[in-house]
Nanobody, 127 residues
Framework: EVQLVESGGDMVQPGGSLRLSCAAS????????IGWFRQAPGKEREWISS????????YYADDLKGRFTIASDNAAHTVYLQMDSLRPEDTAVYYC????????????????????WGQGTQVTVSS
């Protein structure tokens, strides 16, 4: 059974940085897409970024590109989300998810593409 575990969430001051991790286990297929999403109170879950395991093709939401960076360590089955220049509006629960779909050039930004989700990790940006 696929399991995803996020970690790295914390409280940080505006302008600070955090690196989130998504550790995957139980994967039996050769290729897949990992996506990062976030959900703030009272808002819908929002796509941040995704990465294809085989070729590390990565994609970002336009308004987060340049501040957030996704990366993968395939040997460790872990995907990271580096978040810089954090703002109070980045406060949310951050989730990683796995999709069995993968196609270079396809963002897989909708939650419906993903079959497995982690439990989430809280990021709070506040002074």
């Amino acid at each position: 059974e696929v399991q995803l575990v996020e970690s790295g969430g914390d409280m940080v001051q505006p302008g600070g940085s955090l690196r989130l991790s998504c550790a995957a286990s139980g994967i039996t297929f050769d290729d897949y897409t990992i996506g990062w999403f976030r959900q703030a109170p009272g808002k819908e879950r929002e796509w941040i970024s995704s990465i294809i395991k085989s070729d590390a093709s990565s994609y970002y939401a336009d308004d987060l590109k340049g501040r957030f960076t996704i990366a993968s360590d395939n040997a460790a089955h872990t995907v990271y989300l580096q978040m810089d220049s954090l703002r109070p509006e980045d406060t949310a629960v951050y989730y990683c998810a796995l999709s069995t779909y993968w196609s270079p050039g396809h963002y897989y930004s909708a939650t419906s593409w993903y079959d497995w989700w982690g439990q989430g990790t809280q990021v709070t940006v506040s002074s």
